[in-house]
Nanobody, 115 residues
Framework: QVRLVQSGGGLVQAGGSLRLSCRTS????????MHWYRQVPGNERNLVAV???????NYTDSVKGRFTISRDNARATLYLQMNNLNVDDTATYYC?????????WGQGTQVIVSS
């Protein structure tokens, strides 16, 4: 059974930092392409960052230089380090992967940035 279990997030002041984690099971994490998305109520879910199995990363423009996506293959865990947060980063964050042609999502974790 595929599971993506998220942790981290919470309330932080603007300029602060948070780290999100996404622990996976039921997939061959080493070869999985992993993503972080975020969603604000009433809006669609948007891609924030992606990391390939070889460690190649890409980010949406609004988080470049502030967020870092990483992976620990030994722990089958995905991370998102978020620095210099601003109020526009407030959202529910989701990890995601496609495995055996199905999309799998974490349960979501809320990030609230106060001004």
């Amino acid at each position: 059974q595929v599971r993506l279990v998220q942790s981290g997030g919470g309330l932080v002041q603007a300029g602060g930092s948070l780290r999100l984690s996404c622990r996976t099971s039921g997939i061959n994490f080493k070869i999985a392409r992993m993503h972080w998305y975020r969603q604000v109520p009433g809006n669609e879910r948007n891609l924030v960052a992606v990391i390939s199995s070889d460690g190649t990363t890409n980010y949406t423009d609004s988080v470049k230089g502030r967020f870092t996506i990483s992976r620990d293959n030994a722990r089958a865990t995905l991370y998102l380090q978020m620095n210099n947060l601003n109020v526009d980063d407030t959202a529910t964050y989701y990890c995601q992967t496609t495995w055996r042609s199905l999309n799998w999502w974490g349960q979501g974790t809320q990030v609230i940035v106060s001004s």
